[in-house]
């Protein structure tokens, strides 16, 4: 008999530690699914995951998650409230630190907004973490602002106890998302905050009158890139690129080369084979402002000016391959083109100037260069390439 009951024994034993190991491995299953969901900017899919998380395993990291989670949701009361529950479940020491400087994120968020700091949902815990309300002092005077609820029953056990204080919650700010992700994704993809790139390109086609300048065109192109939708992958880009023509085959012409600089700014979206890939296709349409200088025209100092202006627009298509731990390095091949106005604006004849006039220099009539080109791009995923602000747990 006393045998039995030893086996008995171990078995309720065996099948408590089962069921304590399989909740924690759950909520830690939980915690990586709401951690993948925050990568893909899926904020309230991965509240719910982490909220599942801490119900099932109240451990810092979860409720640190959880507060990330619902800042990026701009649930920010929801969000100090995990924090405030990160505190009261024995967090390690670096926890503890990341913790604080996450509340200070979210009290500079709200300052920004113009909004007060905010208070919390409740008493710092969710979960199974949370408490019992402690029983009103009979020696405290009553508060109005938290009567007392007479439809709660008294405890049997203690009849001296009087009933237990109404929870009573403000009702919650709403506050916008933070613009910029609080999160490094770790996980590869092609999404990130900005870029820094370098294109070099060739190709031909003509710009101003026939024959002034000649049909074989090079360039480099010094851009910068920011996603402005990440979900969606459309971005901007700011551009800067320099052209050069060689000389022409009219002998009548005054002018020989021309050299174009342009300030463009361009959309673009990146089309992806899966949901994590390294090949990216990427139409771009852009206008700049453009300016011209024929013949390599100077100063008085000996410096090239250009006082030809025009405007333009830039077609794009280009096909990228991204690697390194987070995509961060790309190489592009593109094929596209340059187009260019009449110069709107430049020296007159009679000016003083010894500069040719628009119809002189041939740039009375517009053109395209056509061009195939080679570029490296590099990605950085905070403001500035700075360190990013929170690593999830």
């Not at 192109?221 to 979900?231: C, E, T, V």
């Not at 050069?244 to 012409?253: E, R």
């Not at 852009?286 to 300016?291: E, I, P």
């Not at 106005?341 to 009539?365: H, M, Q, W």
Request: charged share 20%.
């Amino acid at each position: 008999m006393k045998s039995r009951l030893a086996s008995l024994a171990i078995a309720v034993a065996m099948t408590g530690t089962a069921y304590a190991q399989s909740q924690a491995e759950i909520a830690d299953r939980l915690n990586e699914e709401g951690k993948t969901l925050m990568r893909g900017s899926q904020y309230a899919e991965a509240s719910k995951k982490f909220q599942e998380a801490v119900a099932r395993v109240p451990e810092a990291k979860y409720f640190f998650n959880l507060c990330v989670s619902r800042t990026s949701e701009g649930l920010l009361d929801d969000a100090i409230t995990a924090c405030r529950a990160v505190d009261v479940n024995n967090p390690p020491a670096d926890l503890k630190a990341k913790t604080d400087k996450m509340v200070e994120k979210i009290n500079d968020i709200a300052k920004s907004q113009g909004i007060p700091p905010p208070k919390g949902t409740g008493g710092g815990c969710q979960g199974t973490d949370c408490k019992p309300d402690k029983p009103i002092d009979p020696n405290q005077p009553k508060d109005p602002q938290h009567p007392v609820d007479p439809n709660q029953p008294k405890d049997p056990q203690h009849p001296e106890n009087p009933p237990r204080v109404a929870e009573v919650s403000r009702p919650q700010v709403h506050y916008a998302p933070p613009d910029q992700s609080l999160v490094m994704a770790s996980t590869p993809d092609n999404r990130y905050t900005w870029t820094f790139g370098l294109d070099l390109f060739g190709g031909g086609g003509q710009v101003g009158q026939p024959d002034f300048y000649g049909s074989a065109a090079g360039g480099i192109r010094i851009k910068g890139d920011y996603l402005m939708d990440a979900r969606r992958r459309l971005g901007a880009q700011l551009y800067f690129q320099y052209s050069h023509l060689g000389q022409g085959s009219n002998d009548s012409s005054f002018a020989d080369t021309l050299d174009i600089f342009d300030i463009g700014l361009a959309g673009y979206k990146h089309a992806c084979l899966g949901s994590t890939p390294r090949l990216c296709i990427t139409p771009l349409l852009g206008v700049h402002l453009s300016l011209m200088s024929p013949a390599n025209e100077m100063d008085g100092t000996g410096s090239q000016v250009f006082n030809y202006a025009g405007v333009g627009a830039r077609g794009e298509l280009s096909f990228a391959y991204a690697f390194g731990l987070r995509f961060e390095h790309v190489l592009s091949l593109m094929v596209g083109a340059n187009a260019y106005s009449a110069v709107l604006s430049g020296p007159s004849a009679g000016d003083g100037s010894g500069s040719l006039t628009a119809a002189e220099a041939g740039l009375d009539r517009g053109g395209v260069i056509a061009y195939l080109g080679l570029g490296y791009t590099y990605r950085f995923n905070t403001p500035l390439g700075g360190k990013a602000f929170v690593t999830l747990e």
